[in-house]
């Protein structure tokens, strides 16, 4: 119920305008939310209570006003309101559309993506914090309710962007418990950049696991989980729940069945990279932590590896499990019926699967391009005439030129078929890249 502004209510932006208050939305901690009316669009209203409403954090919201955010995806503040005789002060952002979920959504099973989705939604949170970070700001509370994205196509919005600072700033808060960084749980540090980063690879791990990762058998042996345990477990003796080298914490099966479930289907390169976060990143702050643009790559290879099995399941093509055990036979983690080794095409380091649904993108046919899984540049097609026959389609306005395993060349222009084929050769101009069977 709302207690601070009424329906119908008019106020005045710091640039003049009028704003009026549509209807009330929700409530937290710091205040509530209303939906508003402004320069003939609908907004959301966010007004602080009084007691939250500090004049440093006053001074940090026209601060990120006029600076403006990042992207799009940032539901940033982009005005600033303060009205005689109402207590407290607000800002206006873009609202947020009802198709964008939460993260608890996604740990209460109320949606179940499938993976290239969480894919996609965690490279566009790993590109969004990295322009953010790039601008010299801190998120500081990174947790469940900062992120909603599109369960069916990956987008995100970050909110809550009121808590953004200047790196190095003093905030107006430390953190969610359990996302914090352990020195930011303890008291040595405050939140900064290089914190986000901890608190960004902990969302992660709940995103694919469902579990905090560093709940396991030291928290299940506790009694009482009250604020000095849960500053023990995450701040002064964290131990992941998977560290190679540390067995001291591992999932109990009698509680963490889920997480050991999930972490079993993980690809090895996917593991390998919540270990690095969860180890070094723990013992060397500095140094140790997950960058933005190292989850980017991570996430780009993870939509690359996706391949099928006839249950529908999806199933991971990893050359760092393959190397260990070259004959290895592959299984499905869901149906465990077995795999053949998917046709697929080598560019480079990078290894992309050809599904029937395969497309290649910008930045698997230019490798002077950034990573982007919007813009298309060949797909996959089947033969009309002769279903058994595969190709992958020009989409670009270039000619390319495909060399098969006796040296013969032949363009592919734009809008036709190259033939898949073991072993052939796809010139696209600036990398060339091999056919795999």
């Known amino acids: 119920m709302s207690d601070l502004l009424r329906v119908k209510q008019i106020l005045q932006t710091s640039s003049g305008e009028n704003c009026v208050v549509e209807k009330f939305l929700g409530g937290g901690g710091q205040g509530e939310v209303y939906q508003a009316s402004w320069k003939g669009n609908s907004y959301a209203l966010k007004w602080y209570f009084p007691h939250t409403a500090t004049p440093s954090q006053l001074a940090n919201l026209k601060n990120l006003a006029l600076k403006g955010g990042p992207s799009s995806r940032f539901l940033w503040p982009l005005e600033v309101l303060v009205q005689d005789g109402i207590a407290g002060y607000g800002y206006l952002m873009p609202l947020r559309k009802p198709n964008f979920k939460g993260i608890l959504d996604l740990l209460k099973r109320r949606i ?44 995100v919005l970050l909110c809550d962007n009121d808590n953004v600072i200047v790196n190095g700033q003093k905030p107006e808060i430390l953190g969610t418990m359990g996302f914090m960084a352990p020195e930011v749980t303890t008291g040595e540090a405050i939140p900064g950049i290089e914190t986000d980063k901890h608190s960004l690879a902990v969302l992660y791990f709940y995103m694919f696991m469902l579990h905090n990762p560093m709940e396991g058998s030291k928290e299940t042996a506790i009694k009482c989980y009250d604020q000095l345990a849960k500053l023990r477990i995450y701040g002064k003796e964290p131990v992941f729940i998977f560290d190679p080298q540390n067995p001291s914490n591992r999932p109990d099966p009698r509680y963490h069945q889920t997480v050991i479930n999930h972490w079993a289907v993980q690809p090895k390169f996917l593991q390998d990279i919540f270990i690095t976060a969860f180890t070094k990143g723990l013992s060397d702050p500095t140094h140790g932590r997950v960058r933005e643009s190292e989850w980017k790559n991570l996430f780009a290879k993870y939509l690359d590896s996706i391949f099928p099995c006839l249950c529908g399941a999806e199933n991971f093509y990893c050359s760092e499990t393959l190397k260990a055990s070259p004959n290895q036979q592959l299984h499905c983690w869901a149906c465990q019926s077995g795999l053949p080794t998917p046709i697929r095409i080598r560019l480079g380091k990078t290894v992309v699967m050809l599904n029937h649904d395969s497309k290649l993108y910008q930045h698997h046919t230019n490798p002077d391009m950034p990573i982007d899984y919007d813009t298309a540049t060949a797909q996959v097609v089947q033969n009309p005439n002769k279903p058994s026959l595969w190709g992958l389609k020009n989409l670009t306005t270039n000619n390319w030129q495909t060399i098969n395993p006796a040296g013969t060349s032949t363009d592919v222009l734009p809008g036709k078929n190259a033939v898949l084929g073991d072993g052939i050769q796809l010139n696209f101009g600036k990398i060339t890249g091999e056919i795999r069977f």
């Open 112 to 155: 179940e993506p499938e993976y290239r989705v969480l894919a996609k939604a965690c490279l566009q949170m790993a590109d969004c914090f990295l322009q953010l970070h790039s601008k010299g700001f801190c998120y500081c509370d990174i947790s469940f309710g900062n992120v909603f994205w599109d369960p069916i196509t990956g987008d």
